[in-house]
C-alpha cells in the first residue's frame, strides 16, 4: 500500500501526495467526488497537493490529504484501529506512528483515505469526516469497491 505523504516540497508550499493507481471505473467515482469536494474543510482552505491530480485533494498548512481510490486499508483487520460512522459515512480510524491519523472509508464503491497531521489531530476532531460527509455521500454510492 502507498501511504500519503504530507509537507513542503523544495520548490512551493504545496503539499505532496501519493497519486493513487485505480481501476478505471473507481477513478470516474473519484473525478465526481473531486468536482464537489469542499474549498473549505473544517475552516483550512484548499491547498491541493503536488503531484497535480483529480484523485488528491489537500486544505491547510500542515496539509489535511484526501486520496481517493487507495486499496482496502491492512488496518480495517487490526485490532488497534478503529470503526467510526461520522453523518452517514464509515471510516476506518488508524493511529499513526508518527502521531498522525489515517481514516479511511468503508462500504463504498471507491475509498477514500483521509490523513490529518499529528499537528492538526487534537485541534481538528472529527470536523473534517462531517464537512467530507455529504460529498463522499453525493459522489461515491455504496457498496464494496474490488
Not at 27 to 38: E, G, M, S, T, Y
Not at 97 to 105: F, H, I, L, V, Y
Request: aromatic share 4%.
Amino acid at each position: 500500500m502507498v501511504a500519503a505523504v504530507a509537507g513542503c516540497s523544495t520548490t512551493d508550499d504545496a503539499p505532496e501526495a501519493a497519486v493513487p493507481t485505480p481501476e478505471a471505473s473507481v477513478a470516474k467515482l473519484c473525478r465526481n467526488l473531486d468536482k464537489v469536494l469542499p474549498q473549505e474543510l473544517d475552516g483550512f482552505e484548499r491547498n491541493d497537493p503536488e503531484p497535480s491530480s483529480e484523485l488528491t485533494a489537500a486544505w491547510g498548512s500542515p496539509a489535511i490529504i484526501l486520496r481517493c481510490g487507495v486499496p482496502w486499508p491492512d488496518a480495517a483487520a487490526d485490532s488497534k484501529s478503529n470503526p467510526a460512522t461520522v453523518n452517514g459515512v464509515e471510516w476506518i480510524v488508524e493511529e499513526l506512528d508518527s502521531g498522525a491519523q489515517r481514516m479511511t472509508t468503508g462500504s463504498r464503491l471507491a475509498y477514500i483515505e483521509v490523513t490529518i497531521p499529528e499537528d492538526q489531530v487534537s485541534r481538528v476532531g472529527a470536523g473534517p469526516l462531517v464537512d467530507l460527509a455529504k460529498p463522499i455521500k453525493k459522489a461515491i454510492p455504496k457498496g464494496i469497491a474490488d
